[in-house]
């Protein structure tokens, strides 16, 4: 009996390292800023930091995903890009909006954030919905030239969905006048 107990303690104490720190794993992905929106505030901070962190997974995660909510995702442009890129909104979905922020997202240098701005922002709450609107101003950083500048109203409407995470699920953008809109950019780099 004396010689079962004294084999596995010779094992232990003679063992195999497994008491000695190693070296740490470099990670597979960077960082991110994202938190589950249990709040409407957090859904917009989400949003801005997608954009900072160019991440079109967080991006994502802003809209309604029909797995968890009836709701479906409805894009409305403004007026001035409506009619500059009439063949692409019919048919605007999440899809849509994965391929324009994956090629915006490209085009910009790794090392420059893109910079979402939100400025006279309103929370109107509508039965189980919630409107936000607020003005926007969106610079798209370039390689070799000026940075593109996006300037405009917006309204979303957001729900809580089954997992009690706020998301949005309409979309109104409105442009102002003689300036590029964020349909624009949408417009030109889906």
Same mark, same amino acid.
């Given at each position: 009996?004396?010689?079962?107990?004294?084999? %596995?303690?010779?094992?232990?104490?003679?063992?195999?390292?497994?008491? #000695?720190?190693? #070296?740490? #794993?470099?990670?597979? @992905?960077?960082?991110?800023?994202?938190?589950?929106?249990?709040? %409407? +505030?957090?859904?917009?901070?989400?949003?801005?930091?997608?954009?900072?962190?160019? &991440?079109?997974?967080?991006?994502?995660?802003?809209?309604? &995903? @029909?797995?968890?909510?009836?709701?479906?995702?409805?894009?409305?442009?403004?007026?001035?890009?409506?009619?500059?890129?009439?063949?692409?909104?019919?048919? !605007?979905? =999440? &899809?849509?909006?994965? @391929?324009?922020?994956?090629?915006?997202?490209?085009?910009?240098?790794?090392?420059? %954030?893109?910079?979402?701005?939100?400025?006279?922002? /309103?929370?109107?709450?509508?039965?189980? /919905?919630?409107?936000?609107?607020?003005?926007?101003?969106?610079?798209? %950083?370039?390689?070799?030239?000026?940075?593109?500048?996006? +300037?405009?109203?917006?309204?979303?409407?957001?729900?809580?969905? /089954?997992?009690?995470? !706020?998301?949005?699920?309409? !979309?109104?953008?409105?442009?102002?006048?003689?300036?590029?809109? !964020?349909?624009?950019? =949408?417009?030109?780099?889906?």
């Amino acid at each position: 009996m004396k010689t079962l107990f004294i084999i %596995p303690l010779l094992f232990l104490v003679t063992g195999c390292d497994i008491f #000695e720190t190693r #070296e740490p #794993e470099t990670p597979d @992905q960077s960082r991110t800023n994202y938190i589950t929106a249990s709040e %409407p +505030e957090i859904l917009i901070q989400n949003l801005i930091n997608s954009f900072a962190d160019k &991440d079109v997974n967080n991006y994502l995660n802003t809209f309604v &995903d @029909q797995s968890f909510t009836e709701k479906i995702f409805r894009f409305v442009p403004s007026s001035t890009a409506l009619s500059r890129f009439q063949n692409i909104w019919q048919g !605007w979905n =999440k &899809d849509a909006e994965f @391929q324009y922020f994956n090629n915006v997202k490209s085009t910009v240098p790794d090392e420059m %954030p893109i910079t979402l701005s939100l400025s006279n922002q /309103s929370f109107t709450f509508l039965g189980d /919905s919630l409107r936000y609107t607020a003005q926007y101003f969106l610079n798209v %950083p370039q390689l070799n030239s000026d940075p593109q500048i996006y +300037e405009g109203s917006l309204e979303f409407s957001m729900v809580r969905d /089954s997992r009690s995470v !706020w998301v949005i699920y309409f !979309w109104k953008d409105n442009a102002i006048e003689d300036k590029p809109s !964020w349909s624009d950019l =949408k417009g030109s780099a889906y």
